[in-house]
C-alpha cells in the first residue's frame, strides 16, 4: 500500500513525510481494516510530525480523522462487514477496567492509545483500528464532508460541553480554524450568539458567513461580556483576554492538545467572580456518537480544501501558515 510516513520528528518542511510503499496491513483479533477514501488533516498531525508532542512510535504513518470502508475483519469481529462505511478517530482504545473508563470518563484513562501517534495512522491506503472505537458515517455526509468531524468535530463538541451552555448565550471563539468551524454551527443551531477572535483575515470572513455576531483580533475588546469561552489557538497568551472577558461565573475552555505558555495573570480581571479555567483531553465514544448525530440533524457542513495524498506535506503547511479556510482533506 501507498503510505505518507515521518522518520524524524522536526520543524515541518515538505519533506517531513516520505511517500513509501509498504506491506498491506492485516487485521488482528477484535479489528476491521479500512480502505481509506478521505482523510482531513489537524494542527495534533503537527505537533506529532514538529516534536511538539514526544514520538511514541517511528516510523509513523499520521492521521487519525479517517474515513473509508472496511474490507477486511479479524477474528471475533461482530460489529462491522465489509463494505461498510466507517470513521477512525484520534482515540483508538483504552484499558476499560480503571476507575475512568468504569466512571464514563475513558479519555483520561492511563492506558489510552492513539491514532497516528501510538499507532499507524490514515496517511495511507489502508488502516487497521479496533472494530469497538471505530465510528458508523452517517449518510448524509460525502467521506471528505465527514472527515474533520472525527476529531476537530468531536473535540469541539466536547470543548462545547464543558462551557455548560444552555441553549443560548454567549459565547467566544479564540481561533477559527477546522475545529472552530464546526463548533460554530453547532452553537448557532442552538441559539447561542457567536462571538470569534482570529488573526488571519480568511478565517474571520469564514466566521461571519457562518453566522459570527462579531469579528476581531485577539487583543480587540469583545462588544458583549460572554457567557463562556473556547480558546482554540494554541497560544498561552490568549488565555487572559479570554478570561478578562467572561461575566461572573463564566468559563473558559482550553481546546487544544498542545499549548504555549501561559503568562502570569492577575487574580481580579482574570480568575475572580468563580470563573472557572477548564481544560480538554481527548474524547469519550460517546461524545463522538453524540457528534455525529447532532451534526446529521443540523446538518454541518464542513469547508473543505482539497489536496490528493501525496501533497499530504504541503497541507500541513499550509495549515501551519494558517492558509487554509476550513479543513485539508487529503483524497485517497
Not at 106 to 111: A, F, G, T, V
Not at 170 to 178: C, N, Q, T, V
Request: proline share 8%.
Amino acid at each position: 500500500m501507498r503510505a505518507m510516513v515521518l522518520h524524524r520528528q522536526g520543524p515541518m518542511s515538505h519533506r517531513s513525510l516520505e511517500r513509501v510503499e509498504r506491506p498491506d496491513p492485516d487485521p488482528g483479533p477484535g479489528e476491521v481494516r479500512v480502505r481509506v477514501r478521505a482523510v482531513a488533516i489537524c494542527r495534533t498531525d503537527l505537533h506529532v510530525v514538529e516534536g511538539d508532542l514526544p514520538s511514541r512510535r517511528l516510523p509513523l504513518v499520521p492521521g487519525h480523522q479517517t474515513v473509508g470502508v472496511v474490507d477486511r475483519v479479524g477474528p471475533g469481529c461482530r460489529r462491522f462487514r465489509p463494505g461498510d462505511r466507517v470513521g477512525i478517530a484520534w482515540l483508538r482504545s483504552t484499558c476499560g477496567v480503571c476507575e475512568f473508563c468504569r466512571s464514563g470518563a475513558e479519555n483520561l484513562c492511563e492506558l489510552s492509545r492513539y491514532t497516528g501517534y501510538h499507532e499507524d495512522g490514515g496517511f495511507a491506503e489502508l488502516a487497521v483500528v479496533p472494530e469497538a472505537f471505530a465510528y458508523e458515517i452517517p449518510a448524509t455526509f460525502s467521506d471528505p464532508e465527514a472527515a474533520p468531524l472525527l476529531c476537530a468535530g468531536i473535540i469541539g463538541y466536547r470543548a462545547l460541553r464543558r462551557t455548560e451552555l444552555t441553549r443560548g448565550g454567549r459565547l467566544g471563539l479564540y481561533g477559527f480554524g477546522s475545529s472552530a468551524h464546526v463548533v460554530i454551527q453547532i452553537a448557532r443551531h442552538r441559539g447561542t450568539e457567536v462571538y470569534v477572535a482570529t488573526r488571519a483575515p480568511a478565517h474571520r470572513d469564514l466566521a461571519r458567513r457562518l453566522g459570527a455576531v462579531w469579528t476581531g483580533e485577539v487583543g480587540e475588546p469583545m462588544p458583549a461580556t460572554l457567557d463562556a469561552a473556547i480558546v482554540f489557538a494554541p497560544a498561552g497568551d490568549v488565555v487572559p483576554p479570554a478570561l478578562r472577558a467572561l461575566r461572573k461565573g463564566g468559563v473558559v475552555v482550553l481546546a487544544g492538545i498542545h499549548m504555549s505558555p501561559i503568562p502570569a495573570m492577575e487574580y481580579g480581571p482574570h480568575l475572580f467572580h468563580e470563573k472557572t479555567l477548564r481544560s480538554v483531553e481527548a474524547n469519550t465514544r460517546r461524545d463522538g456518537e453524540e457528534l455525529l448525530r447532532e451534526a446529521a440533524e443540523i446538518p454541518i457542513r464542513a469547508e473543505i480544501v482539497p489536496y490528493p495524498l501525496d501533497a499530504a506535506n504541503e497541507a500541513l503547511l499550509a495549515l501551519k501558515a494558517d492558509r487554509l479556510s476550513g479543513t485539508g482533506v487529503l483524497l485517497v
